[in-house]
């Protein structure tokens, strides 16, 4: 139940495409949702978060999408660059009985062809 | 800068041989963590601090110890490290809670053998 199941594995797609990579949770007590992006070699950072008040954030060509009878989320990146090649993770966090829990996904490799 | 230091980047020890790997940072933050990065496994908690003297597990705590004596400081310590602990290693801070977004240390690749 503490899971969070991402997908796709990996992804491949053309300069200026969509990218979309979908992430689903089991615990409703999850109540922030952030996305990180991590370049070889690098930390991940924090790229986009939302709470499960509203149904879509946008920042930039970055928007997260979340549903939450579904009890999913969904990061797109529009027009999809080549510098965007990466690999991303979502996460979900929640605070029961004075403990936090943060758990992530299992991650997306992104690329991007020029 | 704003940033969390993670010191050594690259380390290679023998089984058994107890190791430190330090973590800094300089954004005044209370809450701090160590998760290992695993392929294929993501990114999984091993100990969270949520101020001085506060420590608690995360997910994988077995074979790790950590300590927070001071509020920029957050070492994780393998008493008797085992190549099933060769792993890529992530520091993390936040300001109150992580439910504020993680800033990330550039990581500790560590092998052991």
């Known amino acids: 139940q503490q899971q969070v199941k991402q997908s796709p594995q990996s992804l491949i797609v053309q300069k200026g495409g969509i990218s979309i990579i979908n992430c689903a949770y089991e615990?409703?007590?999850?109540?922030?949702f952030p996305w990180y992006q991590q370049f070889p070699g690098k930390g991940p950072a924090l790229l986009i978060a939302i709470r499960p008040d509203v149904s879509e954030k946008k920042e930039g060509r970055f928007t997260i999408s979340f549903n939450k009878s579904a009890k999913q989320f969904s990061l797109h990146i529009m027009d999809s660059q080549p510098g965007d090649s990466a690999t991303y993770f979502c996460a979900a966090s929640s605070f029961t009985s004075g403990t936090y829990k943060y758990i992530f996904g299992t991650g997306t490799r992104l690329k991007v062809l020029a | 800068e704003a940033q969390v230091t993670q010191n050594p980047r690259y380390l290679i020890t023998v089984t058994g041989k107890k190791l430190t790997v330090t973590c800094s940072q300089n954004?005044?933050?209370?809450?701090m963590s160590w998760y290992r990065q695993d392929p294929g496994l993501g990114l999984r908690q091993i100990y969270y601090?949520?101020?001085?003297?506060?420590?608690d597990k995360g997910d994988v705590p077995e074979g790790y110890k950590v300590s927070r004596k001071e509020k920029r400081n957050f070492p994780l310590i393998l008493e008797s490290p085992s190549p099933n602990q060769t792993s890529l290693y992530f520091c993390a801070s936040s300001p109150r809670s992580p439910n504020y977004g993680y800033t990330f240390g550039s990581g500790t690749r560590l092998t052991v053998v």
């Open positions: 601090s949520m101020n001085v003297e506060v420590t």
């Open positions: 615990n409703t007590a999850f109540d922030y």
């Open positions: 954004m005044n933050h209370e809450y």
